[in-house]
C-alpha cells in the first residue's frame, strides 16, 4: 500500500493542481482501481484506503477530514461515476470494427467512428454515408462512437424510452407499466431528460467555477498573508528588540541617576547623623564632669561654703539642661528614591503609558438618542466636576479650556434651572391630578410638553457643540499633560451632566405624555357637564332668592 500523499503542510500548499490526473490516485499515482469516494470528496483506490479504517471511521490521507464507514465493509462506497470514466478511458484503447465494411478503428478516433443505437451496431463514417443516408434510415438514431447507449434494461431486456424525475431512473416500456400511475406524471422521454440534465449540469458546473475562482483568489490571498505574517514576525521582532534594547539604555541612565540620588542621601543623612553623634559625644565628659563635682562638693562642704557657692552650682545645670541638644536623630536612616515611580516614568514615553482620552466618536453630529454614554456610564462625578471647575476658575490661568468652562457653567446652569422650574410643574400637575383630583388646563400641560422638547434639541445642540471641541482639546492635552487628568474629567463629567440633565428631561416628558390623555379626558368630561352645573346653580340661587325674599 501507498504511504501518505504529503509529508508537511509546505507541500499541501504547493500543490498545483493544474498537473492533477482525473483518473490518477493521490496515493499511488496509478490509473484508478476501484475508486472509493470520501466524505470530503476526495477519492482514492480501494486497495490505498485498505487498512487504514479504525473504529468505522477512516481519515481522508489529503485532508484529514473523517469519513464514516457503513455496514460490515471497511471501505466508502464505490464511486460510480469516476468508475464509469476509468471503464470508458480503457475502452478507447480497444478496437472497433465497423459493421458494414469491417473497417477497423480504435475508439480514441470518435470522429471517423459512429454508433447506430437503434441498429446497436458501429459504423465507419463512409459506410453511415452510404447506408443510413436513405429514407429507411431516418429514424435511426446515429451518435459518435463514444456517445454510444446502453440499449436495454438490466430488468427485463428492453430499451430504455423513458426518465422519471422523481426516482432520477431510467426505464422501459415494462417498468413504465408497472409503476403506481401517479408515479407516471414524473416521466418524460430520454432526449428532454438529457436536455435538462445537461441544463442542469451546466448550471452546477457554472456554480462549481465559481467556488474554483473564489478558492483560487483566497488561496493567492492565503498565500500572501503568509507572506506578510513572515514579513510581519520579523518586523515585530525588529521592534521588539529595538524597544527592548531601547527600555535597557533608558533603565540603566535612570538607574545611574537613581544610584546616585541614593549614594547623596546616604552621603546627606550620614553627615547629620555624624554632626549629631559628635555634638552628643562631646556633651558626655561635660555632663560626667558636672555630675562628679556635684557629688564631690556634697561631700567636702559645709553648710556655709554650700550656701555661698551652691546656687552657682545650681545656676551652671539648669544652664547645661537649657542648651538645645539634639537628642533625637534629626535624619531617618531610610533610603528612599522612590524607584518604582522613576522606572516607571522613564519607560512612559516608550511604552506610551499614562492616561489617555478616549478615542473621539466618529462623526460630531449627535443626534438627540444616539449620545455616546459608554466613557460615562459607572461614574458620577458631579460633584467632582463642580469641585474642580471651580478650582479650575480660581487658579487664574487663561486657556481654551477655562474660557470653555466659563461658558459651559452659564449654559448648564441655565438648562438646569429651566429643567428644575418643569420638574416642579410636572410635578404639582401630577399631585393635583392624583390627589385633589383637580382640573387641569390642557393648554398648560401642551406648553410645557413643548418647552421640555425644545430644551431636548437644545442640550442635543449643546452636547453636539462640546463634542465638536474634542480635537481642539486633545491637541491641548498632549502639549499639556499635566492638566489632562482633571480637564478630561471635567469634561466627560459635562457630558455625563449633560446625558442626565437629558435623561431627567425624558423622564418628565414621559410623565408629561402618560398624564396628557386624563387630563383631556377631565377636560372633556367638564365641557360636556358646565351646562348642566349651571342650571343646577341657577335653580339653587333662585330658590334660595325665593326663600330670603318672600
Excluded at 504547493?14 to 499511488?28: A, F, G, R, T
Excluded at 422523481?166 to 432526449?191: A, G, P, W, Y
Excluded at 493567492?220 to 514579513?231: D, H, N, P, S, T
Excluded at 531610610?334 to 516608550?350: G, M, V, W
Aim: aromatic share 6%.
Amino acid at each position: 500500500m501507498a504511504g501518505g500523499i504529503f509529508t508537511n503542510l509546505d507541500n499541501l500548499f504547493n500543490l498545483d493542481c493544474s498537473n492533477v490526473h482525473p483518473l490518477v490516485c493521490h496515493l499511488c499515482h496509478e490509473q484508478y482501481q476501484t475508486p472509493c469516494l470520501l466524505d470530503c470528496y476526495h477519492i482514492f483506490c480501494a486497495r490505498c484506503l485498505s487498512g487504514r479504517t479504525n473504529d468505522s471511521r477512516l481519515s481522508c490521507p489529503l485532508c484529514g477530514v473523517p469519513s464514516v464507514v457503513k455496514g460490515n465493509s471497511t471501505l466508502p462506497p464505490e464511486d460510480r461515476l469516476l468508475k464509469f470514466l476509468v471503464d470508458n478511458n480503457g475502452e478507447a484503447e480497444e478496437t472497433v470494427q465497423c459493421a458494414n465494411c469491417d473497417q477497423e478503428s480504435n475508439n480514441k478516433d470518435t470522429g471517423v467512428m459512429y454508433f447506430c443505437n437503434t441498429c446497436s451496431q458501429p459504423l465507419c463514417a463512409a459506410c453511415r454515408e452510404l447506408t443510413h443516408k436513405a429514407r429507411m434510415f431516418s429514424h435511426h438514431e446515429i451518435v459518435s462512437l463514444a456517445k454510444r447507449a446502453s440499449v436495454s434494461a438490466a430488468l427485463h431486456e428492453e430499451p430504455y424510452i423513458l426518465f422519471s424525475t422523481e426516482n432520477q431512473s431510467m426505464l422501459c416500456i415494462k417498468c413504465f407499466r408497472d409503476m403506481q400511475v401517479e408515479s407516471r406524471t414524473h416521466c418524460i422521454d430520454i432526449e428532454t431528460a438529457y436536455m435538462q440534465g445537461c441544463e442542469m449540469l451546466d448550471q452546477a458546473v457554472l456554480v462549481v467555477k465559481e467556488l474554483q475562482t473564489s478558492a483560487r483568489e483566497a488561496i493567492v490571498l492565503l498565500r500572501a498573508m503568509i507572506g506578510e505574517v513572515c514579513l510581519n514576525v520579523e518586523e515585530e521582532e525588529s521592534a521588539i528588540c529595538t524597544l527592548f534594547n531601547s527600555l535597557q539604555e533608558k533603565l540603566a541612565e535612570r538607574k545611574k541617576i537613581l544610584l546616585k540620588a541614593a549614594q547623596s542621601q546616604h552621603e546627606e543623612k550620614e553627615k547629620a547623623l555624624k554632626e549629631q553623634l559628635s555634638h552628643l559625644t562631646a556633651l558626655l565628659p561635660t555632663l560626667q564632669v558636672h555630675l562628679v563635682t556635684c557629688s564631690a562638693f556634697l561631700s567636702s562642704a559645709n553648710k556655709f561654703e554650700f550656701l555661698d557657692m551652691g546656687y552657682q552650682l545650681m545656676e551652671r545645670l539648669k544652664r547645661i539642661v537649657k542648651l538645645p541638644h539634639r537628642l533625637r536623630p534629626v535624619q531617618s536612616s531610610k533610603i528612599n528614591t522612590d524607584y518604582r515611580s522613576e522606572f516607571a516614568r522613564c519607560l512612559e514615553p516608550l511604552l506610551l503609558l499614562g492616561p489617555r482620552c478616549p478615542p473621539s466618536v466618529s462623526g460630531s453630529s449627535v443626534a438627540t438618542s444616539e449620545m455616546p454614554q459608554g466613557s460615562v456610564f459607572g461614574r458620577r462625578p458631579t460633584c467632582h466636576r463642580n469641585i474642580c471647575t471651580k478650582v479650575l476658575l480660581a487658579e487664574g490661568a487663561e486657556t481654551p479650556f477655562t474660557e470653555h468652562c466659563r461658558n459651559y457653567e452659564n449654559t448648564y446652569r441655565s438648562f438646569q434651572t429651566e429643567i428644575q422650574n418643569l420638574k416642579d410643574q410636572v410635578q404639582e400637575l401630577h399631585r393635583d391630578l392624583t390627589k385633589h383630583h383637580s382640573i387641569i388646563n390642557t393648554d398648560k400641560m401642551g406648553e410645557i410638553l413643548d418647552r421640555s422638547l425644545h430644551i431636548d434639541s437644545q442640550i442635543a445642540a449643546q452636547y453636539s457643540t462640546v463634542e465638536t471641541m474634542r480635537v481642539m482639546f486633545e491637541e491641548v492635552w498632549d502639549e499639556t499633560f499635566q492638566r489632562v487628568t482633571n480637564e478630561q474629567e471635567i469634561y466627560e463629567a459635562q457630558l455625563h451632566d449633560l446625558m442626565q440633565l437629558k435623561q431627567e428631561n425624558s423622564y418628565l416628558t414621559t410623565i408629561a405624555r402618560q398624564i396628557s390623555p386624563y387630563i383631556l379626558s377631565i377636560a372633556k368630561v367638564k365641557e360636556r357637564l358646565e351646562p348642566s352645573i349651571l342650571c343646577v346653580y341657577s335653580l339653587v340661587s333662585k330658590n334660595y332668592y325665593d326663600k330670603t325674599h318672600p
